[in-house]
């Protein structure tokens, strides 16, 4: 079955450019989450959808970020005048259903997108 | 926040040789997660686990609850197993029904044939 779907694989931008990152969740997984992973580091959490609201935004590091999911199953991340620091792989992962309801749940891992921010 | 720390960051080891990575954390947890990332950024879990012990093939996950301590073992390593592995602790915070989970920053293995 299909997994986790990340589009784009890569994306270069200038600074000062917006950016949207696509991530398509696995079939009937309530519970969406972004994270951002630095070159040589750990995924960092970002945000957590569940359903289509914000159930935890906590991790969005300035208001240049924004997430939505508008229907409940794909989400889009965006990105306000993207700066060099934005550089990173953006991973969206997805789970059956949210932690809140059940924090045991496995979280099913997308490609990533490799945003490069010049 | 809980603070993951993970040691070797770096590990290279002979095909066949016992591995074992580790991973502590700084305040109680939910469950401890390990993840196998592959070149290219695919994450894939491979354990969770809340107390004792689990295994997988070839792979063996630990946890001691008190000591806030986990380890990943590998036995019989291969090549194919070369990836970095990730610790991930699921916590609660302010209040009820609230968790996240912190990374650690992975160990990256290499096994030479």
Redesign the interface.
């Known amino acids: 079955g299909a997994g986790v779907s990340q589009t784009p694989s890569n994306k270069v931008t200038e600074k000062g450019k917006y950016v949207e990152l696509r991530c398509d969740p696995i079939s009937g997984h309530t519970a969406l989450?972004w994270?951002r992973?630095s070159l040589?580091?750990?995924?960092?959490?970002l945000i957590y959808f569940q359903g289509t609201g914000a159930a935890?935004d906590?991790?969005l590091p300035n208001d240049r970020f924004f997430a939505v999911r508008p229907e409940g199953s794909v989400s889009t991340l965006k990105i306000q005048r993207t700066e060099r620091g934005d550089s990173a792989?953006y991973?969206c992962?997805s789970s059956l259903a949210g932690?809140?309801e059940s924090?045991?749940n496995?979280?099913?891992?997308g490609?990533?997108t490799?945003l490069t921010v010049l | 926040k809980n603070e993951v720390e993970q040691s070797p960051q770096n590990l290279t080891a002979q095909e066949g040789e016992f591995i074992t990575i580790n991973c502590s954390y700084s305040v109680g947890i939910s469950a401890l997660h390990w993840l196998q990332q592959h070149p290219g950024g695919g994450i894939v879990s491979l354990f969770m686990l809340s107390s004792g012990k689990k295994k997988h093939g070839r792979l063996i996950a630990t946890i001691n609850i008190q000591e806030k301590h986990s380890s990943l073992h590998i036995t019989a390593s291969h090549p194919r197993d070369s990836a970095v592995y990730i610790c991930a602790v699921l916590s609660s915070y302010s209040g009820a029904g609230s968790y996240q989970l912190t990374f650690g920053k992975g160990t990256k293995l290499s096994v030479i044939p």
């Open positions: 989450y994270y992973q040589g580091q750990g995924p960092e959490f935890d906590s991790g792989v991973l992962a932690l809140a924090p045991y496995e979280q099913f891992f490609p990533g490799r």
